[in-house]
């Protein structure tokens, strides 16, 4: 059974950091496309960046230079480290794997599972 759950959410200062994790299980994160999405309140659900097989990764303008998306093969998890928070990062962040196909990083329709997400609160 594929799982995937979040942590690491909080509430951080603005330019402050945190770091998100994703466990997984029923699947190896090595061999799935991954992802993290995130929804604010009020706006449509976003890509925010995605790692596929090999490595290579992929981020949404808005975060670039600020975020950065990892895998840990042998822990199976995937984190995403975040820098520079800025009030408009507040979101719920999901994580997301795609077990095969093409990679379309950051469209949120072609990952087959989902977590329930964890909360990011960003205070000015």
């Known amino acids: 059974q594929v799982q995937l759950v979040e942590s690491g959410g909080g509430s951080v200062q603005a330019g402050g950091s945190l770091r998100l994790s994703c466990a997984a299980s029923?699947?190896?994160?090595?061999?799935?496309?991954m992802a993290w999405f995130r929804q604010a309140p009020g706006k449509e659900r976003e890509g925010v960046a995605s790692?596929?097989?090999?490595?290579?990764?992929f981020y949404a303008d808005s975060v670039k230079g600020r975020f950065t998306i990892s895998k840990d093969n042998a822990k199976n998890t995937l984190y995403l480290q975040m820098n520079s928070l800025k009030s408009e990062d507040a979101a719920m962040y999901y994580c997301?794997?795609?077990?095969?196909?093409?990679?379309?990083?950051?469209?949120?329709?072609?990952?087959?599972?989902w977590g329930h997400g964890t909360q990011v609160t960003v205070s000015s």
């Open positions: 997301a794997a795609n077990p095969g196909g093409l990679w379309f990083p950051l469209r949120a329709h072609e990952y087959k599972y």
């Open positions: 029923g699947f190896f994160v090595s061999v799935y496309y």
């Open positions: 790692i596929n097989k090999l490595g290579t990764t």
